[in-house]
């Protein structure tokens, strides 16, 4: 079934058309979720009310971006929401302790996989981690995260940097990247996938 | 600002992170979009709503009919019991009336008229077929029968011994009046009681006739009345019969039976009802807890190991309650059980039962995330939480001034049985002891990482099912409006481990508290 074809049947509440539509995006949005959430059960969940504000709110897309991103767009939202539920989440994302987090050493990956690099950004505390997943991986950009997640703009800026710091020395620590002669990030991204 | 935001976006571990996971992808199972395809169509719920609807209403109507047809046919059968009876009694009397009815009014006669009712018959009959009596009596004028039935039998006691009352037996065994020169019956081991709620009494009734209008036929011949040739045959049965000598060994339950069905014609109490009661019960408990380490399958298997392990300490041989420090804390329960009667001291019960337990950890804010180690396999196999951030410091040697409440809610199905130690119908002592299967619904846990240096709070850790025992005595008191409240201490303990079994350390909850509680009788 066609991208249209699934928008227009979804529209019309099509339950074959939606069905479709729910097929082809939610293994990618699943793993979207998880990055936010605890744990895949609360992923899971994440997914199932994303997808309902989706279907319930598909006949506000506009046709002027890509479908996959709009669909992303409103579960990364509806994880954040979820997320902001947790009265701890906020305590979290206002906490600025990179410099005292310990990462202890690892074993070697037997092979790297695109879930161990997950399962790293999973390891940051919660606030480190939805700041990263929403400023490197979702585009937003610091304003907006402030903006979503109540905090300051600079909060999000320097939650931001400690993450970086802290994910790069796990990812190092593991043997998922290393750094040059240059100090340049050398991944092994052609296996990352 | 722009800049610095594209400075950020542009930096390599971005570019790396975009990359790494841009085709991450994980596959909900189906339950996801069974949930989300109920949600967007509720009303494709309705036909399966409706089907169950239908069932239970089907259900619920044939229960009823069933059960209007069971009480219509135990009422029935009531009644028929009870006009038998009556009737046949109606015509004992009518029989007894007519025996005394010889017009030589013999001594001998009137003893064996009023020998032939021993005192408890007389009332049964007197209250029960009053008309039919009166009837009999005083057609044929002989209303100094009853007057007279203690001093004849005392006459039969005394001196006549006309007639011998085996009580025991139940049978009738009549002498000669020798004194009246009068033939008596005699009616051989005819063995019936009356009061038995299984004896037909209509059965009973035709034989006791045959039996006395066997044996009487003869013997009473010249006692009888002359009568007219077109009624002979019903005038021979009415002068002929002779009321059996019922003896008096009815048990208490005969007695209650006769009561309820025949002397007030009431139904009998419906037995569920007074031997069912439903109790709503709360309780407020000090919980404990035990905490053991395990001694196996610390160190995973290099299969099974994602994360870093330098911190998972091999089990210390050390109790692990003393490197923490923990205090008991406040729980409750709540509850409903149907309580049913299986005998005059035990009861059985089950119910639906809401457990709240509590205990504390101390530990040390830390003000900023650790990351740890926690030796934990997850559900599906595949994700390992080996790495886990804490923010709260386990140092029984330092500060701990933290308080860490580990809650959980539990919803059981408690089932067992008490036992009546002792006690009147106002006051009674009880000892129960209940099974509680149950499921853990929520709750806050703060477990320890593997080096024992932090607290994790992670509620994924929760074992979904468990099973819970409890032992309690208690008295109740039975106010007079259909209600008793009890009071009594009671002691609960966890068969199984708060935690998934894959967790390395077990967790057994126990908690000793004060039950109140309010039972209602049907």
């Given at each position: 079934?066609?991208?249209?074809?699934?928008?227009?049947?979804?529209?019309?509440?099509?339950?074959?058309?939606?069905?479709?539509?729910?097929?082809?995006?939610?293994?990618?949005?699943?793993?979207?979720?998880?990055?936010?959430?605890?744990?895949?059960?609360?992923?899971?969940?994440?997914?199932?009310?994303?997808?309902?504000?989706?279907?319930?709110?598909?006949?506000?897309?506009?046709?002027?971006?890509?479908?996959?991103?709009?669909?992303?767009?409103?579960?990364?939202?509806?994880?954040?929401?979820?997320?902001?539920?947790?009265?701890?989440?906020?305590?979290?994302?206002?906490?600025?302790?990179?410099?005292?987090?310990?990462?202890?050493?690892d074993?070697i990956p037997a092979i790297m996989q695109a879930k161990q690099v997950?399962?790293c950004?999973?390891?940051?505390?919660?606030?480190?981690?939805?700041?990263?997943?929403?400023?490197?991986?979702?585009?937003?950009?610091?304003?907006?995260?402030?903006?979503?997640?109540?905090?300051?703009?600079?909060?999000?800026?320097?939650?931001?940097?400690?993450?970086?710091?802290?994910?790069e020395?796990i990812l190092v620590q593991r043997k998922i990247i290393f750094r040059n002669?240059?100090?340049k990030i050398a991944g092994l991204s052609s296996s990352a996938k | 600002?722009?800049?610095?935001?594209?400075?950020?976006?542009?930096?390599e571990l971005?570019s790396f992170l975009?990359e790494a996971t841009?085709?991450?992808?994980?596959?909900?199972?189906?339950?996801?979009?069974?949930?989300?395809?109920?949600?967007?169509?509720?009303?494709?719920?309705?036909?399966?709503?409706?089907?169950?609807?239908?069932?239970?209403?089907?259900?619920?109507?044939?229960?009823?009919?069933?059960?209007?047809?069971?009480?219509?046919?135990?009422?029935?059968?009531?009644?028929?019991?009870?006009?038998?009876?009556?009737?046949?009694?109606?015509?004992?009397?009518?029989?007894?009336?007519?025996?005394?009815?010889?017009?030589?009014?013999?001594?001998?006669?009137?003893?064996?008229?009023?020998?032939?009712?021993?005192?408890?018959?007389?009332?049964?009959?007197?209250?029960?077929?009053?008309?039919?009596?009166?009837?009999?009596?005083?057609?044929?004028?002989?209303?100094?029968?009853?007057?007279?039935?203690?001093?004849?039998?005392?006459?039969?006691?005394?001196?006549?011994?006309?007639?011998?009352?085996?009580?025991?037996?139940?049978?009738?065994?009549?002498?000669?009046?020798?004194?009246?020169?009068?033939?008596?019956?005699?009616?051989?081991?005819?063995?019936?009681?009356?009061?038995?709620?299984?004896?037909?009494?209509?059965?009973?009734?035709?034989?006791?006739?045959?039996?006395?209008?066997?044996?009487?036929?003869?013997?009473?011949?010249?006692?009888?009345?002359?009568?007219?040739?077109?009624?002979?045959?019903?005038?021979?049965?009415?002068?002929?019969?002779?009321?059996?000598?019922?003896?008096?060994?009815?048990?208490?339950?005969?007695?209650?039976?006769?009561?309820?069905?025949?002397?007030?014609?009431?139904?009998?109490?419906?037995?569920?009802?007074?031997?069912?009661?439903?109790?709503?019960?709360?309780?407020?408990?000090?919980?404990?807890?035990?905490?053991?380490?395990?001694?196996?399958?610390?160190?995973?298997?290099?299969?099974?190991?994602?994360?870093?392990?330098?911190?998972?300490?091999?089990?210390?041989?050390?109790?692990?309650?003393?490197?923490?420090?923990?205090?008991?804390?406040?729980?409750?329960?709540?509850?409903?059980?149907?309580?049913?009667?299986?005998?005059?001291?035990?009861?059985?019960?089950?119910?639906?039962?809401?457990?709240?337990?509590?205990?504390?950890?101390?530990?040390?804010?830390?003000?900023?995330?650790?990351?740890?180690?926690?030796?934990?396999?997850?559900?599906?196999?595949?994700?390992?939480?080996?790495?886990?951030?804490?923010?709260?410091?386990?140092?029984?040697?330092?500060?701990?001034?933290?308080?860490?409440?580990?809650?959980?809610?539990?919803?059981?199905?408690?089932?067992?049985?008490?036992?009546?130690?002792?006690?009147?119908?106002?006051?009674?002592?009880?000892?129960?002891?209940?099974?509680?299967?149950?499921?853990?619904?929520?709750?806050?846990?703060?477990?320890?990482?593997?080096?024992?240096?932090?607290?994790?709070?992670?509620?994924?850790?929760?074992?979904?099912?468990?099973?819970?025992?409890?032992?309690?005595?208690?008295?109740?008191?039975?106010?007079?409006?259909?209600?008793?409240?009890?009071?009594?201490?009671?002691?609960?303990?966890?068969?199984?481990?708060?935690?998934?079994?894959?967790?390395?350390?077990?967790?057994?909850?126990?908690?000793?508290?004060?039950?109140?509680?309010?039972?209602?009788?049907?």
């Amino acid at each position: 079934m066609t991208e249209e074809l699934m928008l227009a049947g979804s529209i019309r509440n099509n339950a074959a058309a939606q069905e479709a539509l729910y097929n082809r995006f939610s293994p990618k949005m699943l793993g979207v979720c998880y990055r936010f959430a605890k744990n895949r059960e609360d992923a899971e969940d994440m997914l199932q009310e994303g997808f309902i504000k989706v279907f319930t709110q598909l006949h506000q897309f506009r046709n002027e971006g890509s479908l996959e991103g709009w669909v992303r767009r409103i579960i990364v939202h509806t994880c954040i929401n979820i997320l902001k539920k947790n009265k701890k989440f906020k305590e979290s994302v206002d906490l600025i302790h990179a410099h005292a987090i310990h990462v202890k050493e690892d074993m070697i990956p037997a092979i790297m996989q695109a879930k161990q690099v997950v399962e790293c950004i999973r390891l940051l505390p919660i606030g480190y981690r939805t700041v990263l997943n929403l400023f490197a991986l979702e585009g937003f950009s610091h304003k907006e995260i402030g903006e979503l997640l109540d905090v300051g703009e600079s909060t999000s800026r320097s939650q931001y940097t400690r993450a970086k710091v802290m994910l790069e020395d796990i990812l190092v620590q593991r043997k998922i990247i290393f750094r040059n002669n240059n100090n340049k990030i050398a991944g092994l991204s052609s296996s990352a996938k | 600002m722009e800049m610095e935001d594209n400075f950020y976006k542009e930096d390599e571990l971005s570019s790396f992170l975009n990359e790494a996971t841009s085709d991450f992808k994980m596959y909900p199972s189906r339950r996801i979009w069974y949930s989300l395809y109920n949600d967007l169509h509720p009303s494709r719920k309705w036909p399966s709503v409706a089907v169950c609807l239908l069932l239970i209403s089907a259900i619920l109507y044939l229960g009823v009919v069933n059960n209007n047809s069971i009480n219509k046919n135990i009422n029935s059968a009531a009644k028929v019991s009870t006009a038998d009876q009556n009737k046949s009694i109606a015509e004992n009397n009518s029989t007894s009336a007519s025996i005394k009815e010889p017009s030589d009014n013999t001594e001998a006669s009137k003893l064996l008229a009023s020998s032939a009712v021993p005192d408890n018959t007389v009332l049964y009959n007197q209250q029960s077929s009053g008309p039919a009596i009166e009837k009999d009596i005083q057609s044929n004028d002989i209303s100094s029968v009853a007057k007279t039935r203690r001093e004849t039998y005392s006459e039969i006691n005394t001196g006549s011994e006309l007639v011998a009352t085996d009580s025991k037996s139940s049978s009738i065994s009549v002498g000669k009046n020798e004194q009246a020169g009068t033939d008596i019956i005699a009616v051989p081991n005819t063995e019936i009681s009356l009061a038995s709620p299984n004896v037909d009494l209509g059965f009973i009734e035709s034989q006791v006739n045959n039996n006395s209008t066997e044996v009487l036929s003869d013997n009473l011949e010249e006692n009888s009345i002359p009568a007219s040739p077109n009624t002979l045959e019903e005038e021979n049965k009415k002068t002929e019969k002779i009321d059996l000598v019922v003896a008096n060994n009815k048990s208490d339950r005969d007695k209650e039976w006769i009561d309820n069905f025949a002397f007030y014609n009431k139904p009998k109490k419906n037995s569920f009802n007074s031997k069912a009661s439903v109790k709503y019960y709360i309780t407020a408990a000090e919980g404990f807890r035990t905490l053991t380490e395990k001694q196996v399958d610390i160190l995973p298997t290099t299969a099974r190991i994602q994360g870093p392990i330098s911190n998972i300490a091999a089990a210390d041989p050390l109790n692990i309650n003393d490197k923490i420090t923990q205090k008991s804390s406040i729980g409750i329960e709540v509850g409903a059980t149907l309580q049913y009667e299986l005998s005059e001291r035990w009861v059985a019960k089950a119910g639906l039962q809401y457990n709240y337990t509590n205990y504390i950890s101390y530990a040390t804010y830390l003000g900023h995330s650790v990351i740890t180690n926690m030796t934990v396999v997850s559900a599906d196999g595949n994700d390992y939480y080996q790495e886990k951030a804490s923010i709260y410091l386990n140092s029984p040697n330092s500060r701990n001034d933290n308080v860490l409440n580990n809650t959980t809610n539990q919803l059981s199905v408690p089932i067992g049985l008490d036992y009546k130690i002792a006690g009147s119908n106002k006051l009674k002592w009880y000892a129960g002891a209940t099974v509680q299967p149950g499921i853990i619904f929520g709750g806050n846990t703060y477990a320890l990482s593997s080096d024992k240096q932090y607290y994790i709070s992670d509620q994924s850790l929760f074992r979904k099912g468990n099973v819970n025992v409890g032992a309690e005595t208690f008295l109740s008191y039975r106010t007079g409006n259909g209600i008793s409240l009890t009071a009594g201490p009671q002691v609960r303990y966890q068969l199984f481990s708060t935690y998934k079994s894959s967790y390395n350390y077990s967790e057994k909850l126990y908690n000793f508290g004060l039950k109140v509680g309010l039972v209602k009788h049907f």
